[in-house]
Every structure is written in C-alpha cells, then in structure tokens.
C-alpha cells in the first residue's frame, strides 16, 4: 500500500514539482495551498506524513500544526516544514507546535526525498 | 500537473512577484524606510529562490540568494537603502527575469546561463557587496564540508554499534522507529538488531499503548562517514538518545588523525573530535549543554567553583566517543596550545568601547594638565617629578589608546576597485586602479568619514578624468587610463593622493562657468590654482549633463566640507590633457594631539606640534619694516608670515616698540609659514573639543581645547593659515575670508 | 480508517484485521487484554493486517511478554507482508515464536 504524503505549500508550482517527485518515489500525493485548505482536505484518509511550508496567505503552517495536532485522526501523523535559514524563531515556534522535521528552502527533490524517507519510506 | 506545465506555472509566479517587487522598489524610492514594501522585496526574492530550487534552476536561486540576503540586512537596519542601492535593486529584478527566462528557453537540464548574463549577474552582486558566496544553507554548506574536507574518514567497511533509546512521546509526536531503522538499512547492513521492550512494572507503570518504550541496539556495517549515519537520526533528535559509536578499524584511523592535526586547525577538544569526524556536531552540542547545566547546577554556597567535568569524560559517558580517543585529542590540543603561545592573539572590542575608552583619556589629559598647573604654582620641587612621570604616563596611555583605533586605510581603499571597475564598465572606459601606501594607518572613525568623499573623488577621476579608449589614442595616450591612489604619512598627518592620467581639468570652462554663475566677476585676475579651486565652490559642475556616476547632488563642495568637517585639507593639481592629481591631508586622528602653546594678545593658541617646524625669536622692528608685504628673510628663505594677534584682531599687551616677538615657523604639506607670537609657552597635550556652528566659518581655526588652568585655547590649522598668508598681504581680502 | 478488530473465530484465534498503528493502539490494546482474560492459549492471526508502525509492533511485544507473565502460551500463527516486513527489518521473527519462512497466508491488497 503506497504511502501518502500531503504537501501545503502556496506555490502552485513548488507543490506540483514536489508532487511529481513524490509520486516518481512512489508516494501518494495529497496537495494543498494552504492550512486552511489543508485542513478541509483532511477529512479521515490516511496520511503518513504533512509536508508544509510555514508562509502561507489564509492559514500559516505554525497555526495548521496546532490544528492538525488536534484532529483524532491526525494528531499522530508527522509534520515536516519547509524553513529557510533566516528564520529560526519561525523554527522554534513549528517545533513548539509539534512540528518535528525540518527541511530548508531551496532545496532540490533529491533532498526533499532523503529527508522524507528517513519519515517514511514509499 | 505535468513538469512542464509546472515550469509554466512558475515562470507566471515568478512574473507575479517580480511585478510586486517593482511597484514596492518604487515606493521605497519614495520612502526609503516603508516596512512593507522592503517585505515585498524579501518576499519576492525569498519565494523565487525557493521555488526556484524545486526545479534545479541554480543560477536564479544563487542570485536571489544574495538579494535575498542583502534585504535581510537592509530590513534588519544592517544596511541603509540608499538610492543607488536601489537603483541596483532595480537592476537585480530585470536581471531575475532575464535569469528565468533564459532557463525557461533553455534546453532541457541546461540553465542557459551563458557569460554574458553571469557577469551581468555577478556585477550586480558586486554592487550590492553581495559578490562573496554566502552560505545558501545548511544542507549546502555540509555538503561542501564534506567534500572539502580529506581530513574524513576513508572508507572503511566495519561495524559500528548504534544504540538507540526512543522516549516516552516519541510516537506522539509523529515518529516511526521503524522508518529511520528501513532508512538506515539503506546506507549499509543491519548485521544484528536487537530491541528491547522496556516495561519494568506494569502496576507502577501500566503500559500505555501510545507511549513508547522501546529500544534498539544495532550492528551496522557501512562505509559510510558518522555524519551520515547520524543524519539518519536529524529528526528523531529530541525524542530519542542516540549513541554511535564507530568501528575499531576507525576508532585507530581517528587516532591517526587526531595525531596529525595542523596545529592551526585545533581548536577545544569538542571541535577537534569533530574536525576528524570523530563526533557529530550534535554529540558535542549536548555534551556541552549537559556541561553548562553541572556546572550551573553546582553548590553555589561554595566560595571555590566546584571543579567542571570535563567536556571528554562527559563524551565518554554519553558513549559518543571512546576514551583513548579523548585521549589523543588532549595531546593533540596540548602540543597545538604550547606551539601557539607566543603568536598574537587578537579579541575584537566594541567600537564603542574604545571610543568611551578614548574619551576618558581626553578627560584625563586634561585633569593632569589642571595638576600640573596647580604644581607650577605652589612651585613644589617634589610634587613637579611626580607630575612629570604622571605627565609621561598620560601620554603613553594616550598614544596606546588612540593607536587602538589605528587601521591600515587599505581596507576601504581596496572597496575602490569594484567601484573603478562598475563604473568604467558602464562608460565603456578601459581603467587600470593603482593603489600604493594601502599599509598606512589612521583612525577607524576617520576612515569611515572618508569613504563618501573618496567614492566621490574617484568617480569623478573615472567619470570626468579619464576619456574613453578612442579619445586616448587620439591624443597619443595608452588605451588603459589610470587612476592612482596613495596614501603614506606626513609630520602627524596622512595624505591621500588620487590621481588620474585623464583629460585634466579646463580652466577657461570652469572659469567661464563660474563667471556664468555669478561666482567671480570677469574683472577678478585669478591664478591658475586659484580658478582650479573654483569647482570645490557650491553649484559649480563643469559638466554638461550629470552622468549616473557622478554629479548627482553631491559636488565638489561636500567633498571639501567633509574633508574640512575631519580637520583636512584638499588641494588640487591639473594641467588640461595630462590629468588631475587631488591630494587630501588629513589629521591621524580626530582626538586627541602633542600640541605646542604659544600667547598672542591676551589670548592663547595651540598649534599642533607635528606641524612646528622651529621657533625664532625676532626684532619687532625688523618685521614692522616689512609690515606691507608680510614676508620675512629668514636666514634667506622668504617666508610669508601671520602676526596672529592682526588676524584674530587681539590686543596687543605692551607698547609695540619695546615688544618681543617669536616666529613659529610651520609646515604643511609643501608650503611653509611663520606665525608671529607674543610668547613660546611650550609643549602640552592637546585634548582637540570641536567648536559649534557659529565658528563652522572662521578660518584657520581647527577647534578649541580646555587648558589647565581651564582657559579656552584655540587650535590653529595651519593648512588654513598657509592658505591666508600665501593670498599676498592683501589685508581686505584677509578681512573678508574671515566673515 | 479501519481499525485492527479483534475478533475470536471458532478455534479460539485472536484475529486482527487492518491497521495496527498508533491510531489503533489504545483500542486494540483495549480489546487484546479483555481477550486475554482466562485465556490459556494465545494464537494471534495477524494475516489481515494492511500496515503495522513502531506501536502497532510494540504492542505484540507487550502481548508476547504479557502471555510469558500470566502462563499463557503465545503464537503468531498468521501474518500478513506487512507484517513479515516488520519483522524480518528487526530480526525478531524468532523471538515472535515464528522459526519457519514467513507465511503469507493472504497477500495485502
């Protein structure tokens, strides 16, 4: 059974160029521009693992952790940001929330691959 | 979404955000500070190289990367947006989207960066002093570490041991054993597993199902370094304790390179270990933690510190590193530290601090002046020694802390060749920047000051002086033009040269110019060094049209003010067709100076003793002679003079037959001048206190200073006198610089 | 999402079926000490388990040692692949009371 992986992010091309890399892994693909629309598209499939950039318009990913964390059917599931160097209190505030890896933007598929198996293998 | 259809979807992104970068460049050329248009800006930057980087396009992300950075540092108050900071920013957007559209016509895989648009974008760089490659990430920046560095380990096959503790909420908080146990068997062979099941009691501790109580001890054999193997780990670093500890054919390998370490390379015993791959950054970091809260966690009762652990017993009992490995990074360190004894060390101090440093010596030179004032008085042979030694103290405390601040002015004269370079290219122009005395030292403070009007200055050279390729091979000239700055010392001062082999300044134009603007009549006879001078005079640029380069708002004349604003002076040579040559002297520092008294009337001033070449006692009848023309025959040389007491129109003390004068004889760069005193009072130190803007126009003054006996003494500037007594001895026009 | 049920068929097997994750953990712990009650034999079929995780193994571990400690005798006499896969990455097919090759009794869908 193939794993799958949700990936929030408001680039519309960064989420397709991940979803592609992803599913050529052999995950499942579950995209979202944002915490919000994350959250609606939550609704009880199971989901390995939450790829998430932490800049979001509507609902930003340190606020889509928290809500995420609450949801029964979730609450488990790890969360993987997306962060960049310069922001290391953005950091601190996604780890607070229950966020537990971390992947710096830019970053390449390749990386974004290694980083997502060491969570989950296809 | 296929790959290319992304492509497209980011290429309009990248339009998108590149229009919103232009319209918040636009306000922010309005209001330079608007916090939200300088987000934009970062915002744009930071999402183009984000994306950008999904899709391997490196140049777009390298060059955002920087622009990215610089915003940071604009919006962190780091670096101030100037105007043609942002006009490069302007530049930086349009070069953007030629980046992304060259990779967007590119062939698969290629980024279609070809020359032309990497040295556009690295001119850019340049010019937002971004041209260093900074670290792009972390990822980026161990993997260049790691390639970087043969001080790792070869390969070895062997077997490391990996224990492996998960904590209670480990699956809570979304972690999988198992999956960073199917990734490490991914890097080599799980030779044996072991997990343990950890529950003790079940009614002191009733299992809960969602708590997580296992461990694992694993055998792994793998070539890999213990950076990789750790990195297995990234995630689950703070739900689990993790030990790894390598093979004994390794253990011996890291013995042997702990042994040959260069002795510049060690560091505390922590970096070394980690240096030869020994121990992960990760190991050392809470081995050191766990160190800082023993050591806080200690009696404080005890008067005597209680004794810290040892950073490599700790990291032994963490069971990250063996013990003979300690060991051996103790000897390495130990020899390294005994070598190193006698090189200099340096510490970096708070500009602050010295200059808070540097105040209370001033303060201090002052007192000891008071005392030694008040010792003359009560004429106590005793307390006059002690005086004197405290006396040779003061200076040598004072010397020491001024010379702190010293730094050679090579620094920021090396800044000049980008500027050379950025703007020769944009004329077209071939310019060779030689830079000579780069070793020469002077106050950091003035060094900063001078950055604007040396930019200025060498802008001009480039912009105005030297003439494009063509015009050089007309006039018989080398292709390359030439642009030399120098900088060596001179009696206390520094003097900076810059000159160019350019097309001179026109004297008849800058004439014509001024008369244009009302500056001189035509009757006025000027020399030829007195028209040259014209265009430091406010609203004078003998250029047509004002380039990009220069001659935006800042002349000339702000060049002179800040100069002057700094206790310098410039002066001007040009012959037309065979270049310019300005030369700036300035003082070493803006503190504190060895000055020489002398009394005038019934005032007092302070000439700047590096500039007092010698004193000679004269006839008062014998300069009365030749009161008309204020020169004087000294031992043959004819020397202009100043009776000070004229020029700042004191009373004379005495009848003027039965007065006895001394001439002061100072130089200043090449001219040479008396100043005619009523008395030689001698040397003292000068603590130099600026005088406020109602003395910001009279002439020949440098500053005031506090005697002490707390009169107020002038401090004469020489260049400014020199400059008075050479206008002939016409009195009127003395009169008038004054005004 | 489907639960691990635990169900008794006729010849008193303790079956599992679906997910035996974290999400199912307290519930099929719940379900798995009821069944143990008065039980002296423990046949565990786990062949129609779709996904097993770090608690889902855990639990079998807490089963096993819980068997050990009240007399029952404990075996795993089915599992599914995911379940061998498991099994076979931490080398603990022996200790699980399986000496011959993982069988697959139903492959997961």
């Given at each position: 059974m193939?794993?799958?992986?949700?990936?929030?992010?408001?680039?519309?091309?960064?989420?397709?160029?991940?979803?592609?890399?992803?599913?050529?892994?052999?995950?499942?693909?579950?995209?979202?521009?944002?915490?919000?629309?994350?959250?609606?598209?939550?609704?009880?499939?199971?989901?390995?693992?939450?790829?998430?950039?932490?800049?979001?318009?509507?609902?930003?990913?340190?606020?889509?952790?928290?809500?995420?964390?609450?949801?029964?059917n979730y609450k488990f599931t790890p969360i993987m940001m997306l962060t960049t160097e310069s922001q290391p209190e953005k950091k601190a505030a996604a780890r607070e929330a229950g966020a537990k890896a971390w992947l710096v933007k830019p970053f390449q598929p390749p990386m974004l691959l290694d980083a997502v198996s060491k969570l989950v293998l296809p | 979404m296929s790959l290319d259809s992304a492509r497209q979807a980011f290429l309009s992104e990248v339009a998108e955000l590149l229009q919103s970068m232009e319209d918040a460049l636009l306000t922010l050329e309005d209001q330079p500070g608007d916090p939200e248009s300088l987000n934009e800006v970062f915002r744009a930057m930071h999402t183009i190289k984000g994306t950008g980087g999904v899709f391997g396009y490196d140049p777009v992300v390298d060059f955002t990367h920087r622009v990215e950075t610089l915003m940071d540092d604009v919006r962190s108050g780091k670096t101030s947006l100037t105007k043609p900071l942002i006009a490069t920013l302007f530049a930086c957007r349009d070069h953007t989207a030629r980046l992304v559209d060259a990779i967007a016509d590119a062939p698969e895989g290629e980024s279609g960066l070809d020359a032309e648009l990497a040295q556009a974008g690295a001119e850019l760089l340049e010019r937002l002093g971004q041209a260093e490659p900074?670290?792009?990430?972390?990822?980026?920046?161990?993997?260049?570490?790691?390639?970087e560095a043969p001080k790792h380990l070869p390969a070895t096959t062997d077997v490391w041991t990996i224990t492996l503790r998960f904590h209670r909420d480990a699956f809570r908080n979304g972690m999988d054993p198992l999956s960073f146990l199917r990734y490490l068997g991914s890097l080599g062979e799980m030779v044996h597993v072991e997990t343990l099941f950890d529950v003790c009691d079940e009614h002191e501790d009733p299992f809960d199902p969602e708590g997580c109580y296992l461990c694992f001890g694993i055998a792994f054999r793998s070539d890999a370094s213990k950076e990789t193997i750790a990195g297995v780990f990234d995630f689950a670093d703070e739900d689990c304790d993790i030990r790894i500890l390598e093979p004994d054919s390794a253990h011996a390998k890291y013995l042997e390179l702990l042994s040959s370490v260069p002795d510049e390379r060690v560091g505390c015993i922590g970096e070394l270990l980690v240096g030869v791959g020994a121990l992960t950054q990760h190991e050392l970091d809470r081995a050191l933690a766990l160190q800082a809260q023993e050591s806080s966690s200690a009696e404080p009762a005890s008067d005597v510190a209680s004794p810290k652990r040892r950073l490599g017993e700790i990291l032994v009992e963490q069971g990250s590193v063996k013990p003979g490995m300690v060991e051996q990074a103790a000897k390495t360190q130990e020899g390294a530290?005994?070598?190193?004894?006698?090189?200099?060390?340096?510490?970096?101090?708070?500009a602050l601090r010295l200059g808070h440093l540097i105040d209370l010596v001033g303060e201090l030179v002052t007192s000891s002046a008071a005392i030694r004032v008040m010792a003359d008085r009560a004429q106590m042979e005793d307390m006059t020694e002690v005086v004197d030694s405290v006396d040779y103290l003061v200076s040598e405390i004072r010397d020491n802390a001024l010379q702190l601040r010293m730094v050679p002015i090579g620094d920021s004269l090396s800044r000049f060749r980008r500027v050379v370079r950025d703007a020769s290219q944009a004329l077209g122009k071939e310019i060779d920047l030689v830079i000579t005395g780069g070793e020469t030292e002077l106050d950091k403070t003035v060094v900063e000051k001078m950055t604007d009007p040396l930019t200025h200055l060498i802008r001009n050279a480039v912009?105005?002086?030297?003439?494009?390729?063509?015009?050089?091979?007309?006039?018989?000239?080398?292709?390359n033009g030439t642009i030399h700055i120098n900088a060596f010392h001179d009696s206390g001062h520094i003097v900076i040269e810059i000159a160019d082999d350019g097309a001179g300044l026109d004297a008849a134009r800058i004439r014509a110019k001024a008369e244009e603007r009302g500056l001189v009549s035509a009757e006025d006879s000027l020399t030829q060094e007195e028209t040259l001078r014209l265009i430091f005079a406010p609203g004078l640029s003998t250029k047509a049209e004002a380039t990009n380069l220069s001659g935006r708002g800042v002349g000339m004349d702000v060049v002179k003010r800040n100069i002057e604003a700094l206790r310098g002076s410039v002066e001007l040579e040009s012959e037309l067709g065979n270049g310019t040559k300005i030369t700036i002297v300035l003082p070493l520092t803006l503190a504190i100076i060895d000055g020489f008294l002398v009394s005038a009337g019934t005032d007092q001033y302070v000439i700047p003793l590096s500039q007092v070449v010698e004193c000679v006692e004269i006839d008062a009848a014998q300069t009365m002679k030749q009161h008309d023309q204020h020169y004087i025959n000294l031992r043959g040389e004819v020397l202009p003079f100043i009776r000070l007491t004229e020029l700042f129109e004191s009373q004379p003390q005495g009848s003027d037959s039965r007065r006895r004068e001394s001439l002061v004889v100072v130089r200043f760069g090449h001219h040479k001048m008396g100043l005619v005193v009523d008395r030689l009072l001698g040397e003292l130190q000068t603590v130099i206190k600026p005088l406020g803007k109602v003395f910001e126009r009279l002439r020949g003054v440098a500053g005031a200073t506090i005697l002490g006996t707390g009169d107020i003494a002038l401090i004469l500037d020489a260049s400014e006198l020199a400059a008075i007594a050479n206008t002939t001895g016409d009195h009127g026009r003395k009169r008038q610089s004054r005004s | 999402m489907t639960t691990g049920a635990a169900q008794s068929s006729s010849d008193d097997r303790i079956v599992l079926e679906g997910e035996l994750t974290i999400y199912t953990a307290a519930e099929t712990f719940a379900r798995l000490r009821g069944a143990l009650q008065d039980r002296d034999l423990c046949d565990l079929d786990l062949s129609a388990i779709s996904e097993m995780d770090s608690a889902g193994l855990q639990l079998l571990l807490w089963l096993k040692q819980t068997c050990e400690a009240q007399g029952t005798r404990f075996r795993l006499v089915a599992h599914s692949e995911a379940v061998a896969a498991v099994l076979e990455l931490l080398q603990l097919a022996p200790r699980l009371g399986i000496v011959s090759d993982p069988l697959t009794e139903e492959q997961p869908a």
């Open positions: 193939a794993k799958t992986i949700m990936v929030i992010d408001d680039s519309a091309s960064l989420r397709s160029v991940v979803g592609i890399a992803l599913k050529g892994a052999g995950y499942d693909v579950i995209e979202a521009c944002d915490g919000r629309d994350a959250l609606n598209k939550l609704t009880g499939q199971k989901v390995h693992l939450i790829v998430s950039d932490v800049n979001m318009p509507n609902m930003d990913g340190i606020t889509f952790v928290k809500e995420a964390k609450k949801l029964p | 900074s670290s792009r990430s972390a990822e980026v920046l161990n993997t260049v570490a790691d390639a530290r005994a070598r190193r004894q006698e090189e200099t060390r340096l510490i970096r101090v708070d912009d105005h002086g030297i003439e494009t390729p063509e015009v050089r091979a007309g006039t018989g000239k080398s292709l | -």
